[in-house]
């Protein structure tokens, strides 16, 4: 019972921020939303067994990536409302739903007509975590190298975009050179 | 209906998921279109996981680790490219973006 | 003998073809000539033929080649010079050569010179394939020739508005007639299997009664529009906006007996539906009293001969109605060369008078025209039905037929018929040629036609005089292929009382006509006297009306129809929809632009609006395998 008004305020908290975050105008609140909303569905996972998982969302998607938001919003000069034309919503709302509809049926049908095996089964007794770092570290290995790799390339592109004058380097520059440099950027400041 | 199923969760995944679309579909301002597509990832990763729960297998858990590990590449590869963006022509709305014509 | 009947059929079609290829020239002098001489060559190759006919009582067919042959239809292009036919291409070919050389000296002045030759010439040609036909497609073939060449002839002057719409009228009412005709020969196919004369006419005596009145009544119809009669006959008199050449050729001898012609060649059929034939006479003398009662009070010369030919159709079929289907056919004979021979003096008088024709305003010509006169006045007592003049013998026969077939509503109409005629006719000539000169101090001065154009008339004049003496021979000549009645009186004394008592009708209608119109008194009427406000008079100077009536009630309510299926169906509905499917194409485009327009957010509904389009599709396909075998038995229900 428990897990059922669990899942049932989860369910719908999830639902309102994320409605939330799409419907603003304002830029701070949707972010907002979308973080709180984040944390809600990590609820989820802890409700579904997925300890692992939960905590992960929570450190990655609440922390990481919320904290990348906000660094990014502050670029921008979110005061300012962007005025949005006013596509037809129906033709949007309906061509949302169908399509979330589509994807559920096709993906549910095997289950419904019960062709799934278990490749990967849980035992029982052993503690989620550790399931998963099994499997983690045995079957998807390559995958999570992968993923590694990706993150770094992420990391590199996302410093090299974002950085400014990313040819000067202060630590190989000598002493004086670096003393001319300020007093050149004093000089503009000044006049 | 207190017996939570995995239909429930999927009826979930498929709300989430249609919210998420009716976002990428409707937002003009880039960043909120980021928003929305994360909605749809998360909404995804409810399904994979509430699939893995109720058949016991690990597969759907170890797919949401994934996605969220792209999830946060994708967040910052597509910030970079928002910021230069953002300096080159000090918007971001979508309608001015169109020169990928024809 | 083939080369001949070769020779007179397509003799005229060269001489069109010649003058045709002058058709936009100005006047040129050989175009006429070699048309005229292209008839005569006709003309004598019919001659040599009628020799021949005559004297070894054979007749010459011929099949050109085949025109359908297909499944069990057997359409050739076939000619037959039989009795019934030589007799037609004589008159035919004869007042065509005399209306040619005539028309040489008429349009003498018209910049259309060439044109008409080629039309007069394509005219002659179309007749005479009418006539020498041997099946009814090819008899339909001429039938419909000849109604575009009338149109074209009668239209000459196309500059008019009065003669175009002239011809619109003649073409249209003789289509609707065509209609008839065609069903008519329908019927014969489909009930006898051809259209050759021979078999059709030999396979119907098996037929049954109700299916052979209605061929006869549908073959008359074609018969009434081309040959005017009521209530089709409007067209005759609005044709006289033709030039008096056309007048002379098609509405007096040879275009409108094509009716009588039909009828005369189907008389196997006729004969077999007596009832139908004894309603072709009433109306037939119904026709002639009408015509002639119209023919009374008209002032214009040319409308009267149209009437007086009128009339005298009516008698024909009144003739071919009782089964006098030879004396019909002679009295068709005779008619057209006294009739032509009216309308060519009267084209002289017009001439003269510079194409007026209102008698009233001429009078005393006959001292300027005496050639015209003389040639006028024998044509109108031959009309009249004097004796020894061709009229006689075959007016007064059809008279003695239907008194002898104890028809006497019939007979008594026909010789009421007879003193109009006189009248009518005398009325004509006293008011053009005797009486006092009106004409000078309107401002004509009359001069007589070229001596050539009088020339050219001699031979009809001659022919209207003897043409009694040909009955014998023509009778003898045509019973082969005919029904051979002889038409005696009972006792001589009704004969003779009956033919002096017609002709003291006639003498004392030809009498009253001149004291009438002879006296000094005549003015220009100029519509207050008494007699041209009374209803009697308006009622027949009006036609009955009837013009007015189809005008009101028959081309008013289909010109708004038209109108009405022009603007709301064609336009709103046809023209809509096809505009509307090539819409579909423009729109479709107009809206998928937006695919490309480099804008992302309408990009990305594409895109979910594309992604749902697949995965629908993927549903699809999966629910029809997971039920395929359900899927096949409904389709294999279906019959795919």
Redesign the interface.
């Known amino acids: ?1 428990f ?2 008004i669990a ?1 049932y305020l989860f ?1 719908f908290l ?2 309102a921020m ?2 939330i ?2 419907t603003t105008s304002q ?1 701070l609140y ?2 907002t939303a ?1 973080a709180a ?2 944390i809600f ?1 990590s609820a ?2 802890f409700i ?3 300890d ?2 939960g905590a ?2 929570i450190v ?2 609440s922390g ?2 919320m904290a ?2 906000a ?3 502050m ?2 000069d979110t005061t300012r409302e ?4 006013a ?1 037809n919503k129906f033709i ?2 309906g ?3 169908i ?3 589509l ?2 049926v096709i ?2 049908a095997p ?1 419904v007509a019960d062709n ?1 095996t ?5 035992t029982e007794g052993a503690g989620n975590t550790q ?2 770092g099994i ?2 570290f045995t ?2 290995l390559v ?1 999570f190298e992968l ?1 590694a790799v ?2 770094l ?3 590199v ?2 410093i ?3 950085g400014k004058k990313m040819d000067l380097s202060l630590t190989l520059m000598s002493d004086r050179e670096i003393l001319e440099m300020r007093e050149e950027k004093n000089k503009k400041v000044l006049s | ?4 199923g ?1 239909n ?29 597509t ?2 749809l990832l ?1 909404s995804v ?3 994979f ?5 109720f ?5 759907g ?2 797919f ?3 996605v ?10 597509g ?6 963006w ?1 300096k080159r022509h000090n918007a ?4 001015l ?6 | 003998m083939e080369v001949l009947l070769y020779t007179a059929l397509f003799a005229p079609l060269v001489g069109s073809l010649f003058a045709a290829l002058f058709g936009a020239k100005p006047k040129m002098l050989i175009t006429g000539i070699v048309t005229s001489s292209l008839l005569g060559v006709s003309l004598i190759a019919s001659t040599i033929l009628l020799v021949f006919v005559l004297s070894s009582g054979q007749f010459v067919q011929v099949e050109l080649m085949t025109w359908m042959a297909t499944g069990d239809l057997y359409i050739p292009f076939g000619f037959i010079v039989d009795q019934v036919s030589v007799t037609m291409m004589m008159v035919v070919t004869l007042v065509s050569t005399v209306v040619h050389v005539y028309a040489i000296g008429y349009m003498d002045h018209d910049k259309g010179f060439n044109r008409f030759f080629s039309w007069l010439s394509a005219f002659v040609f179309s007749m005479l394939v009418l006539v020498m036909s041997d099946n009814f497609a090819g008899l339909f073939i001429g039938w419909e020739g000849v109604g575009l060449c009338s149109w074209g002839l009668i239209g000459f002057w196309y500059h008019k508005e009065s003669a175009t719409w002239a011809a619109n009228e003649a073409f249209i009412m003789n289509r609707i007639a065509d209609l008839g005709m065609l069903i008519g020969i329908f019927l014969v196919y489909w009930n006898t299997g051809t259209l050759q004369y021979h078999e059709a006419f030999a396979a119907m005596p098996s037929l049954e009664t109700s299916t052979l009145v209605w061929i006869g009544i549908f073959l008359f119809v074609g018969a009434m529009g081309k040959s005017a009669q009521f209530p089709l006959h409007t067209w005759l008199a609005d044709a006289m906006e033709g030039p008096t050449p056309v007048s002379a050729l098609i509405h007096a001898a040879t275009m409108v007996t094509a009716g009588v012609y039909l009828v005369v060649r189907s008389n196997e059929l006729y004969s077999l539906i007596p009832n139908v034939g004894l309603f072709i006479a009433s109306l037939g003398a119904f026709v002639a009293i009408f015509a002639a009662t119209m023919a009374l009070v008209n002032r214009d010369i040319k409308r009267v001969i149209a009437y007086s030919t009128l009339s005298q159709l009516g008698y024909m079929f009144a003739a071919a109605g009782l089964g006098a289907y030879w004396v019909a056919l002679f009295h068709l004979m005779a008619h057209a060369f006294f009739k032509a021979l009216l309308f060519l003096g009267g084209g002289n008088v017009m001439h003269a008078m510079s194409d007026e024709l209102d008698p009233f305003k001429m009078g005393g010509l006959g001292k300027t025209m005496k050639g015209t006169m003389i040639l006028m006045t024998l044509a109108s007592v031959a009309l009249a039905g004097i004796f020894p003049l061709a009229g006689f013998f075959s007016k007064d026969l059809i008279l003695e037929v239907a008194f002898i077939d104890h028809h006497f509503i019939i007979y008594s109409v026909l010789l009421l018929t007879a003193g109009l005629t006189a009248f009518y006719s005398f009325r004509i000539i006293a008011l053009i040629f005797h009486g006092e000169d009106r004409h000078t101090s309107l401002g004509f001065h009359p001069h007589e036609a070229y001596k050539f154009m009088l020339w050219a008339m001699a031979p009809l004049a001659v022919l209207a005089v003897i043409a009694g003496a040909l009955k014998g021979t023509y009778f003898e000549m045509v019973t082969a292929v005919l029904p051979a009645t002889e038409y005696h009186v009972h006792s001589a004394t009704t004969y003779w009382i009956m033919t002096i008592g017609t002709q003291l009708f006639v003498i004392a209608a030809i009498y009253f006509a001149y004291k009438k119109y002879m006296s000094k008194d005549i003015k220009v009427p100029d519509g207050t006297s008494a007699m041209e406000n009374s209803f009697k008079y308006k009622l027949l100077i009006n036609q009955y009306y009837i013009p007015h009536f189809y005008e009101e009630y028959l081309v008013k309510p289909y010109r708004e129809l038209s109108r009405v299926f022009w603007k709301q169906v064609d336009q709103k509905v046809v023209d809509a929809s096809v505009d509307g499917i090539a819409n579909i194409f423009y729109a479709t485009g107009e809206n998928t632009r937006t695919m ?6 309408t990009m ?2 594409w895109m ?1 609006a594309g992604a749902v389009a697949l995965l629908s599709l993927a549903v699809v396909f999966g629910l029809a395998v997971r039920h395929s075998d359900e899927i096949k038995t409904i389709l294999s229900g279906l019959g795919v």
């Open positions: 019972m897990e059922a899942f369910a999830t639902i994320f409605y975050t799409v830029a949707a972010l979308l909303g984040m569905i989820f996972f579904l067994g997925a692992f998982l992960v969302q990655v998607y990481a990536v990348l938001y660094f990014g919003m670029f921008f962007v005025k949005e034309k596509a949007v709302t061509l949302a739903t399509s979330a509809i994807v559920v993906v549910a289950i799934i278990a490749y990967y089964p849980m399931e998963v499997v983690l079957k998807y995958p993923a990706m993150l390339v992420a990391m592109s996302g090299v975009l974002a | 209906m207190m017996e939570i995995l429930h969760y999927l009826v979930l995944s498929t709300i989430l998921f249609s919210i998420g679309l009716i976002g990428v579909m409707r937002r003009k301002n880039l960043l909120m279109l980021f928003f929305a994360e909605i998360n990763n409810i399904a996981a509430a699939i893995s729960h058949y016991g297998d690990l597969t858990q170890m949401a680790f994934f969220i590990a792209i999830a946060a590449s994708e967040v910052a590869v910030l970079g490219l928002l910021i230069v953002h971001i709305d979508l309608d973006m169109s020169t990928m014509r024809g | 490309q327009s480099g804008n992302l957010s990305l509904k979910v």
